[in-house]
């Protein structure tokens, strides 16, 4: 961790363009010719993001997907993917659920590179998209006295991957909230998705915004209410966090979870208790 | 390499979209805002691209340099690079790398992912350049008639990778020919870069072009006259490929290498015999 963190500071020295947004939001966001780009690349390795005998369909699937969901966050309108693929096991179940992600997202594969490694395998997604409305929604822009809020419920993705027929497609399969994502960021002050937990990714648009969130755990929507405190820091749910001025309804359907308060000291309490990452808030990779 | 060509077989049929070029050139070609985007992705991986003792700095140079190759034989500008990067050993020397990368071509690092991963190592850049003529070069449009020209001393990357001093920096640190191609770029028939030996790459335009390309030994540019076989099979060189009408003169320093002519069964011939991929002409990765 201490590397990475390192590492990730040493490569902000060299993202100055504006674009870059410092490196602290989901993706970059570039204009040209009159329009806004916005730009997002991930990438996944065998035995850190999937086990080797992950379905490769399924696997297609969500390495665009989460990719997507960078794009939601923002308000974009998918435009492109280019794919960095090496061969291995199960090459046309990885088409198969290719196919089937660029035609539920109506998205077209535009390249990529196909290289032959040895070892683990590793994948990666570039998503290209164009901003529906400027200014592009930012996770820095939390402001004081806004309402916290948050499509879906959490923890879908974790009773899924424990073998939850209901939730098998959530951990699966999971879909960006494209149209969620075009219809609110003409409105929202922050937006982000939540990809590791509603917990981690809460403290992290605390601590870019310089604010302090405070939620409501009795406010919280989780998938399953006996397990709340799990399905509050189980990543890969793909849900949109945002804040909006407070009285304001979203157009999409959500929950107010809490309030951005001035910085008090901590990025975020829940029920007044504060928590940092080192609490174990949600999944860091 | 069945399995290679069957799966990208499988990914032509779903890359459909006009931008995508059938995906049989070096990037994607996307229009939008009205400017037209090129955009291009290449992998490495450790144990097939580079060795576990590479020296890291001259490989994030050379991670960048290749994707900006792929633009400057679109003739592009580049705009911006994002990155997949696997932590691993010298991280510091990848950033310090990178740097003198970015520095060197004025290109800005707008984002990527950082990953943890177990064993080999992988890495990848997207690079999204600007068209600065349209209609964008194409290697698939070599026309019978054209001359063939190529920028550039073939085989340098060879000698530097032997460890001949003069050619080190071939090597280590390829200078992609941003400002050939774009001086080229309104001029030529097909261009592409040559990154896996002539031969090769002259056998791909040809194919791409449904055309036969007859090349002349004794006009073929090599840094080693001597080794004139090895240099023109060896890859890594980064030289800039094309056609022109006979008789015209390109405004960039390159030679004549040979004559398209009408597909008489070969694709590519070198003083009259014919040559194919199964002869060993090329690097194939």
């Keep these: 961790m201490a590397n990475e ?9 060299l993202a100055t363009h504006p674009a870059a947004r410092g490196l602290d939001d989901d993706a970059a966001v570039l204009e040209i010719g009159g329009e806004t780009l916005i730009l997002t690349h991930d990438m996944m ?15 297609a699937w969500k390495l665009v997907a989460v990719n997507l969901s960078d794009l939601a966050a923002k308000g974009a309108e998918p435009l492109s993917i ?22 539920a997202f109506n998205v077209p594969l535009l390249g990529g590179d196909t290289i032959r490694a040895k070892g683990a395998r590793c994948f990666g997604v570039t998503a290209i998209g164009r901003a529906t409305h400027v200014p592009v929604p930012d996770r820095r822009n939390a402001r004081p006295g806004e ?7 959490l923890g879908r993705a974790m009773l899924g991957f424990e073998g939850q027929t209901e939730f098998a497609g959530a951990f699966a399969r999971p879909v960006p909230r494209l149209a969620e994502g075009r219809a609110l960021a003409p409105h929202v ?3 982000m998705d939540v990809s590791d937990g509603l917990l981690l990714d809460c403290w992290r648009m605390a601590t870019a915004s310089d604010v302090t969130i405070e939620l409501e755990r009795a406010r919280l929507p989780v998938a399953d209410p006996a397990r709340l405190d799990e399905c509050i820091r189980w990543g890969d749910d793909y849900e949109l966090l945002f804040t909006l001025p407070e009285g304001f309804h979203p157009p999409v359907a959500a929950n107010a979870i809490g309030m951005v308060a001035q910085k008090n000291g901590a990025a975020l309490r829940l029920d007044g208790t504060t928590l940092t990452p080192a609490d174990g808030i949600g999944y860091r990779h």
Excluded: C, S
């Design 5 to 13: 963190l390192k590492f990730i500071d040493a490569l902000r020295a």
């Design 189 to 191: 002050g922050a937006m």
């Design 82 to 103: 280019l794919l960095g693929y090496a061969l291995g096991e199960d090459d046309a179940g990885f088409v198969a659920g290719l196919r089937d992600v660029l035609e």
């Design 45 to 59: 390795a065998q035995g850190t993001h999937f086990p080797a005998n992950a379905d490769m369909a399924d696997l």
């Design 147 to 153: 309402a916290v809020w948050v499509t879906g419920a």
